[in-house]
């Protein structure tokens, strides 16, 4: 070792060479380290494994006793080239204060004469660098390796980046991290330094290190490359939370995302996995010259995959719609299966939210506001002296096929118009047009690096993350903190369990967390503007494959196990869920399936069970029962009742799981208001009619027979009916009598209408065949309706017979309930107390209190 | 190299002080103990200074006792020795003196005279060794030279252009200015690596010398140099040729030029690259440039418009090649008459009468030149008998006229040679002494009979190489 201020007393770098077998190449490795030229002093420490070959140990003895200030022997018993290096780590710790930095040289392997020095000075400048990591130069099999570019934890997840034969600061080991010795097959380098950087180190290619490997056609790498499987089985398990979903996609962000979203009018570009976050936001020549650098070298040099046209003002119209990230990523999808993916959207008098995709969208796209193109077409398109194919966008016959997202949106909340009259078609031809015409485009097509460039998996960065599910497109969400509740439902409508879903996400919020809603079955839903205020983003699964229930060749108990359940794509659905906290399933059918990938993954899952169906020959089945057959997937479940919650535990589901959650008034109510509707009702004249309301779902389920029977008996009782419902389950098999359609109201969507009709009636008619614990007969009460009503589900967890309503046996239902209304009609006393009773009962019962345990539960698991 | 390491002989504790009373000369007398299943070691002769265990490992070659204490305690230390290096221990002797003045060296002589047979054994070895790699050397050194000199032989000896980034017209010129030199990273491995050509396309009126620096990134090394003086450059190609292509050694090659001349001067620009590791310093541009490669470490002729890298030897032989031969002048009335041929790096120069026919190759023949050889064959199984003819005259004799050749001195011609269709020979010429200055090469062909040849006859030169003297092979 030459250089003027060496110092072997006071060594900065220590070289460990572990040693197994070298015994003749391993000269060549010590003296390519006593050839080194530095401005210190280095200290080889040759750690023989135990190596059975006697002239290992005299080639270590007489190196060691030739320059014993330069080199220590160390002999152990062998224990694999991990535990080889652990003892020289070990030993420079504990005896070599001064050295600063190790650097691991295999017995087989060289270092040119500059290569410490060198490799030190970049440790020395860069205060932040764990690991300074090298090319790879192969002599004996001839080959050249270049794994340069930025450190990437990212890519460093998917694949060994950092060769063993690097320079480590001192601190990683004092940090505790160590080679692993389960690694005893290969691998252990990408082990070690994968915990180096999980702990907080970064690494850092030295392009010109002078690191020579030598390349045999048997060497141990040969060796783990057969076995990579199993070892990088190892390896995952071992760093689960860093390799996990969320993780990678969080990686992704920071070091690689995805999208380029161009904001065309003031001529920036936003670079982005998740659109509502930015890693950087640079101008368009920035982003050009960063295109075609990756463009020259796609191993070391990284862009944006996919590209995105849009303005300033669509871009945030499409945010504060709460449907940004789904966009996202249908647009990915789209511009993977089509040529490109654009948006657009129609404004809609009614207060409901839609989002359909039209795949081939020819014609239609000339004002689309979003323009999404993917990597390979990009390429191809910019490298193509031919345009007239692009180009053809603009004209009325586009040639390139353009899939659409139609986004439905109630137009008096949402500036349809921002997202309705876009020019990204004429922003793209302008964007390609710039780089096309890029003075490093012609450079980039060259390929002037003679190393192999092995980080070729850079350019495709975003199928990392994508191989854990079945390449599918990822949702392009990270996580901020705080905690993220998706609540997955079929559809959206006014049904009793999109209500409790609501209030389940207005629990959510108050507690601070934020919910997040999935429709999977519908393409247009009854999303009101009571939804978007709670939600903090919404997405359509618009997958046409998906059905919650149908098709199905097994049954569980009786239960269809729907078709999906066993056959559908589960990790598209996965993909879309991973990166939340929590998911809540509302009658989710099929989707039940993928609650326990969700919850391999880490995510708190839970099912909020409502009633179990009855067949159409009486036999119970359904949701409830679906939820048995998974209930391993599931960390804990919310009954609606307790009734549910015990028929749940006979069914087999542990205790500990079950949080029954009891149903409560769906909608608000001001004191105020409430106080002045029972006032008023307490004011009623009694000779007036008596005012009986059914309000709910027109299916079979709700006993109609019996309620037209009741009110053909009542037809000449001074009753006043109003009947208000639509039919929810639209497949026919529901017979509404002619009774009930002369006085039916459309279904009320408001709170301030339910309010209105609740403060009309005086009696609320509920005879069904079944139920859970419905929610009408609770917002009646808490304004002083009296139920009457079957005694099904869990009805009788609230309705006390002749104490605050009516609770009637199944199997005389019609009759009794004319014999009550009779009797109420005739004692408008008996109504009175039964009013307050009702109102009285219903009083503290609320949502935040239901959920609390079940949500505390969910966030714990 | 020098070692002064010195063998250690370990004895318990308990009997150091008998053994520290007379130590064994050349040896250091380490006692040990051990405790628990600690090892500890002290220095006898150092007072009791504590030894590191590693380099009782490293250098214990003995280890003597003289009690049944001292041999319990051995049999420990060779315990704990197995157990912590997985590695016998020190040889173990057992000395039977029972006296106070010890002396070990009738112990030690075995011990000794078994080290002196192994070591002779292993020099015995090693030295077998290095012959069979010395015999390997040499056989693999004759034959590189056997294939060296068949290539000069062959006249075919020519390095081979493997890239070439043009000129760019219309982008910032690259400037190289007094104290600004302009690096550029070279856009291939280093292996096999032979010549390096920048184009001026400005060149100041001003004294100055451009020196030119190959260096290798990965080692650090500087691998050849060049200084070319204002009066030897011009605007065009400037050509660096290393006498000896770079070896198998894979880097990363990185050209620097430094000019020392008042005014700048403006090299040519290729294409624009967004990675700035392969720009022209202060350019935003590849450095127009052609590269070419040789048989690497193999010395090859150093081509006609080449300059040669700085060493301790002047040029002795140059390749007027494919280059060159593209680059002919036509000195012909007829544009037709003369043609390169890629694909067999051929010059065809078309004879139609007695009358020569030529092309003109300018600065090839460089000063020092004694002999040329090159290929000579009138492609075609059929057609007229052919002579050929080389001609060297100084640039000053230049005619700008088509059709007209220059009074060629007295000896600066060779002979004609006459050649059938299709039949391959060498073409040489021998000058009376060196070329003093640069010169122009002529390349002549003629028929022999008058009758004009029904088809074009493809009277062909070849790669042609020049030598200052002759070079034994």
Redesign the interface.
Same mark, same amino acid.
């Given at each position: 070792m030459k250089g003027p201020h060496q110092s072997h007393d006071q060594p900065l770098v220590g070289v460990v060479v572990p040693i197994f077998r070298h015994s003749v190449l391993l000269v060549d490795a010590i003296e390519s380290v006593l050839a080194q030229?530095a401005p210190f002093g280095i200290k080889i420490v040759l750690v023989?494994d135990?190596c059975p070959q006697k002239e290992t140990?005299?080639v270590c003895?007489h190196f060691? /006793?030739?320059y014993?200030e330069q080199i220590?022997?160390? /002999?152990?018993?062998?224990g694999g080239l991990s535990d080889a290096r652990n003892h020289g780590i070990r030993?420079i710790l504990a /005896?070599l204060p001064s050295v600063r930095a190790v650097y691991f040289l295999d017995a087989d392997n060289c270092l040119?004469?500059?290569a410490l020095a060198?490799a030190f000075a970049v440790l020395e400048a860069s205060a932040e660098v764990g690991w300074v990591y090298p090319n790879i130069?192969m002599f004996g099999l001839?080959s050249?390796h270049d794994y340069g570019g930025n450190y990437s934890r990212l890519l460093h997840s998917e694949m060994n980046l950092c060769e063993a034969g690097s320079l480590i600061r001192r601190a990683v080991f004092e940090a505790g991290i160590v080679f692993d010795t389960q690694f005893k097959s290969g691998f252990e380098d990408w082990e070690f330094f994968l915990s180096a950087a999980n702990a907080g180190f970064t690494g850092r290619n030295l %392009?010109?290190?002078?690191f020579l490997y030598r390349k045999r056609p048997e060497s141990m790498l040969a060796e783990s490359e057969r076995d990579s499987a199993g070892i990088t089985a190892l390896l995952r398990k071992k760093h689960k939370a860093s390799q996990s979903p969320r993780a990678l996609i969080a990686l992704e962000q920071q070091e690689m995302p995805r999208l380029a979203i161009v904001l065309a009018d003031i001529q920036q570009v936003i670079l982005t996995t998740d659109p509502a976050c930015s890693t950087e936001r640079i101008t368009i020549d920035d982003y050009i010259?960063?295109y075609?650098?990756a463009?020259?070298?796609p191993s /070391?040099?990284w862009a944006p995959p996919y590209l995105c046209l849009t303005s300033s003002g669509s871009f945030q119209a499409l945010a504060e719609t709460g449907l940004l990230h789904a966009t996202f990523w249908k647009l990915e999808s789209l511009a993977d299966v089509s040529n490109l993916g654009a948006l657009t959207a129609v404004g809609l008098d009614e207060d409901r939210m839609g989002f359909a995709v039209h795949q081939n969208a020819q014609g239609r796209c000339s004002d689309a506001s979003f323009l999404m193109i993917g990597p390979t077409l990009l390429r191809d398109i910019t490298f193509d002296v031919a345009t007239s194919w692009i180009d053809s966008l603009a004209t009325e016959n586009p040639q390139p096929n353009v899939a659409m997202i139609e986004l439905n949106l109630p137009q008096s909340s949402f500036d349809i118009r921002a997202l309705s009259r876009g020019t990204a078609i004429f922003d793209l031809l302008g964007m390609l047009r710039r780089l096309r015409a890029s003075?490093?485009k %012609?450079?980039?097509s060259?390929r002037?690096?003679?190393?192999e460039g092995d980080l070729m998996r850079r350019e495709w960065s975003h199928l990392i993350l994508r191989r854990q599910f079945a390449d599918e497109p990822v949702y392009p969400r990270v996580h901020g903190g705080g905690r993220d509740i998706g609540l997955i439902l079929p559809i959206v409508e006014f049904g009793g369990v999109e209500k409790v879903a609501l209030n389940f996400a207005r629990a959510i919020r108050a507690r601070g967390d934020r919910p997040h809603l999935f429709v999977l079955n519908q393409g247009n839903a009854a999303i009101s503007a009571d939804w978007r205020q709670v939600l903090e983003s919404i997405t359509f699964y618009a997958d046409p494959s998906f059905g919650a229930w149908g098709g199905g060749a097994k049954t569980y108990f009786g239960t269809e196990i729907p078709d999906w359940a066993d056959k559908g794509n589960h990790a598209r659905a996965v993909a879309m869920l991973h990166w939340l906290d929590g998911v809540i399933e509302f009658q989710g059918g099929a989707f039940m399936s993928v609650m326990g990938k969700l919850k391999r993954l880490g995510i708190a899952t839970g099912s909020s069970l409502h009633l179990a169906d009855l067949t159409t020959a009486g036999r119970p089945a359904g949701n409830v029962f679906l939820s048995m057959a998974y209930e391993h997937a599931f960390n804990v479940v919310a009954p609606c009742s307790f009734a549910l919650a015990d028929w749940c535990h006979a069914m087999g589901l542990p205790k500990e799981k079950i949080f029954p959650v009891p149903n409560a008034p769906s909608f608000p109510i001001s004191a105020n208001r409430l106080a002045a509707g029972l006032a008023q009702k307490a004011l009623r004249n009694p000779q007036q009619p008596l005012r009986v309301l059914y309000l709910g779902r027109l299916d079979a389920q709700k006993g109609l027979d019996r309620l037209s029977e009741v009110m053909q008996a009542t037809a000449d009782d001074t009753c006043e009916w109003r009947v208000i419902g639509k039919a929810v389950v639209d497949d026919g098999s529901t017979q509404v009598s002619p009774h009930l359609l002369r006085v039916l109201e459309p279904a009320l969507t408001s709170e301030d209408d339910l309010i209105a009709a609740f403060d009309w009636a005086d009696v609320l008619v509920l005879l069904s065949e079944y139920e859970g614990l419905p929610l009408t007969i609770l917002e009646a009460m808490r304004q002083g309706v009296v139920p009457i009503a079957t005694n099904v589900g869990a009805v009788g967890e609230v309705v006390k017979n002749a104490r605050n309503g009516f609770l009637l046996p199944l199997p005389n239902a019609a009759a009794d309930c004319i014999v009550c209304l009779r009797a109420l009609l005739s004692n408008r006393e008996t109504l009175g107390h039964l009013s307050k009773a009702a109102a009285r009962d219903m009083v503290g019962r609320d949502w935040p209190q239901a959920t609390k345990a079940f949500l505390d539960a969910l966030c714990d698991s | 190299m020098q070692t002064n390491w010195m063998p250690i002989c370990l004895v318990p504790r308990k009997e150091a002080a008998r053994f520290a009373a007379n130590p064994p000369p050349g040896y250091k007398l380490v006692s040990f103990h051990t405790d628990m299943d600690r090892l500890n070691f002290a220095d006898c002769q150092d007072g009791d200074e504590e030894v590191e265990v590693e380099t009782v490992f490293r250098d214990a070659v003995v280890c003597c006792h003289i009690t049944k204490g001292g041999q319990t305690e051995q049999l420990r230390l060779a315990s704990l020795w197995t157990e912590q290096f997985g590695a016998e221990p020190p040889a173990q002797i057992e000395i039977n003196d029972s006296g106070d003045q010890l002396d070990l060296a009738p112990y030690l002589l075995p011990l000794l005279a078994q080290s002196w047979r192994d070591s002779a054994a292993r020099t015995t070895g090693l030295m077998r060794e290095l012959a069979l790699l010395r015999g390997t050397f040499e056989q693999a050194q004759t034959a590189f030279a056997r294939l060296e000199s068949f290539l000069y032989q062959s006249g075919r000896a020519e390095r081979s252009q493997i890239i070439s980034l043009p000129h760019l017209p219309g982008r910032n010129l690259v400037l190289l200015s007094k104290d600004s030199p302009v690096e550029q990273r070279l856009p291939i491995e280093s292996a096999s690596l032979s010549d390096i050509a920048f184009l001026i396309i400005e060149l100041p009126r001003c004294a100055g010398t451009l020196n030119a620096r190959l260096e290798l990134q990965e080692s650090a090394t500087v691998v050849a140099q060049w200084a070319i003086s204002e009066s030897d450059l011009a605007k065009g190609w400037v050509r660096l040729s290393l006498s000896r292509a770079l070896g198998t050694d894979a880097q990363t090659p990185v050209l620097s030029l430094d000019w020392n001349g008042q005014e700048p001067v403006k090299l040519a620009p290729s294409f624009h690259h967004p990675d700035i590791r392969f720009r022209a310093t202060d350019s935003s541009a590849v450095l127009a440039l052609n590269l070419w490669t040789y048989i690497p470490g193999a010395a090859a002729p150093l081509p006609a418009e080449g300059i040669a890298q700085l060493s301790d030897a002047p040029a002795v032989r140059w390749s007027i090649g494919a280059s060159s031969l593209r680059d002919a002048i036509n000195l012909n009335l007829r544009d037709d008459l003369v043609e390169f041929t890629d694909w067999r790096k051929s010059l065809a120069v078309r004879p139609v009468s007695p009358k020569p026919s030529a092309v003109r190759l300018d600065n090839v023949a460089r000063p020092g030149l004694l002999y040329l050889r090159g290929g000579v064959k009138t492609e075609g199984e059929f057609g007229p008998n052919v002579e050929y003819c080389y001609a060297i005259a100084p640039k000053a004799k230049r005619l700008t006229q088509r059709g007209t050749l220059p009074e060629f001195s007295a000896g600066m011609t060779s002979e004609w040679l006459r050649l059938r269709p299709n039949e391959w020979a060498d073409l040489t010429l021998f000058l009376a002494k060196p070329l003093e200055e640069v010169c122009d090469l002529y390349l002549l062909s003629r028929l022999v009979d008058d009758a004009p040849p029904e088809e074009p006859v493809n009277a062909c030169f070849f790669g042609i190489v020049g030598q200052a003297w002759s070079v034994g092979s």
């Open positions: 030229v023989n135990g140990d005299v003895r060691a /006793r030739t014993p220590t022997y160390l /002999r152990k018993p062998n030993h /005896r040119r004469p500059p060198r130069d001839s050249a %392009e010109a290190f002078g010259h960063r075609f650098l463009k020259s070298n /070391r040099d003075v490093w %012609e450079g980039a060259l002037l690096d003679w190393r | -």
